[in-house]
């Protein structure tokens, strides 16, 4: 069994999200499938067929939802040491060929956001970064080259 590493934050959002699906948009499908049923002949009822798939989507995306949530694993953001980069640190780098400052903080698959400056433990900027301390320079191959970074600091989730 493979463990979801997650903040608080995370298994609530699933967990509202789970519950979004199976107390509201169950019984909507389901009300579908029971008034397509109710049109006739089954076999070539294309709404009940429609309506059915639907369901089973769902479904398919509950059990998923309650297996994430089988396997999480909360990480306290407290419990992070910052003398290496690990899952929930905050990192600042130093893009080594254009003299740029970032930022990112790194988290698991399912909490990661460019947008939010989160990136994924599996990216590969994710991966090398992990283990590494202040002051490491380091190469990461991406799809768009190589690039080169220097980690200027490590620091807990603000």
Do not use: C
């Amino acid at each position: 069994m493979k463990y979801e590493y997650l903040t608080k934050e995370g298994l609530e959002r699933i967990k509202k999200e789970l519950h979004e699906y199976k107390f509201k948009k169950r019984p909507l499908i389901s009300q579908k499938v029971a008034a397509a049923r109710e049109l006739g002949d089954l076999k070539e009822n294309a709404e009940y067929h429609a309506a059915r798939e639907e369901l089973s989507l769902l479904e398919t995306k509950i059990r998923k939802l309650q297996e994430r949530i089988h396997h999480a694993r909360i990480i306290e953001e407290k419990d992070i040491p910052v003398d290496k980069v690990y899952i929930l640190t905050t990192v600042v780098l130093k893009d080594l060929d254009f003299d740029e400052i970032m930022e990112y903080t790194l988290v698991s698959p399912s909490e990661a956001n460019f947008d939010e400056n989160k990136i994924s433990t599996s990216s590969p900027i994710g991966k090398a970064l992990l283990g590494k301390s202040k002051g490491d320079q380091f190469t990461v191959q991406v799809p768009a080259g190589v690039l080169k970074y220097q980690i200027l600091d490590i620091k807990k989730v603000e």
